[in-house]
């Protein structure tokens, strides 16, 4: 029989390129966020994380943002490279003191050379 | 430093069977959480264990149950294995149990079932 999966949203840049990778996140009660990448037949990598006081922290060429008006988490690379190309999934920490990470469906990301 | 080692990486069982999965978490670290990937579902929580005390569980059938020991290594149990079981489980691991600790992914076991 055909077989269902989740449909992931894509994002194809140029290298060189900025990339914006957004999520809707679901619990207006996450108090932390974090986003993953994920590289065929491996664990998500961490990228960046950011607490629900902040509005924005920076990485190396990372960087997020949180609009916990709009329940909205973007993920912002700069100068995308190829090894950036990757599934890209938000979490948000749903479990309060304690850890249940509910993860987002994930974003396709493809960097042409 | 190691990180998250998960054994083994690959395996194939058949239906009826039941299943053991190993985590080693990153040392210090005292929080071990599972979660099942599939294509279908996406990442879904398993459960989540800090001091050996099962802290927080997701919805899945109680065919699913974990451990933890007092070197903070973890290990999930699968009884009576169905097709729909077949999937990646991965094991992460963090400092601490609150919010705000990093939570750091091994690189998961393939289970198939057949």
């Known amino acids: 029989g055909e077989s269902v999966g989740l449909h992931l949203p894509t994002l194809s840049v140029q290298e060189g390129d900025n990339s914006i990778i957004n999520c809707a996140y679901s619990?207006?009660?996450?108090?932390?966020f974090i986003w993953y990448k994920q590289e065929s037949g491996k664990g998500p990598q961490f990228i960046i994380d950011?607490?629900?006081?902040?509005d924005k922290r920076q990485g190396q060429r990372v960087t997020v943002l949180l609009n916990k008006t709009v329940k909205h988490l973007s993920l912002q690379i700069a100068a995308t490279q190829p090894g950036d190309s990757a599934v890209y999934f938000c979490?948000?920490?749903?479990?309060?003191?304690?850890?249940?990470?509910?993860f987002g469906k994930g974003t396709l990301l493809t960097v042409n050379p | 430093k190691a990180g998250v080692t998960q054994t083994p990486r690959y395996l194939i069982k058949t239906r009826g069977q039941q299943v053991t999965l190993s985590c080693s978490p990153i040392?210090?670290?005292?929080?071990v959480s599972w979660y099942q990937q599939t294509p279908g579902q996406g990442l879904q929580f398993l459960f989540e264990?800090?001091?050996?005390?099962?802290?927080n569980k997701g919805n899945f059938p109680g065919r699913f149950s974990g451990r933890q020991f007092s070197n903070s290594r973890s290990e999930m149990n699968v009884s009576t294995l169905e097709l729909g079981d077949s999937a990646l489980y991965l094991c992460?691991?963090?400092?601490?149990?609150?919010?705000?600790?990093?939570?750091?992914f091994g690189e998961g076991s393939w289970l198939t079932v057949v």
């Open positions: 992460a691991s963090s400092f601490g149990s609150s919010s705000g600790n990093t939570i750091y």
């Open positions: 619990n207006s009660a996450s108090d932390y």
């Open positions: 950011i607490r629900s006081n902040m």
């Open positions: 979490a948000e920490n749903s479990g309060g003191s304690n850890y249940k990470l509910t």
């Open positions: 040392s210090g670290h005292r929080s």
């Open positions: 264990y800090f001091s050996e005390t099962q802290r």
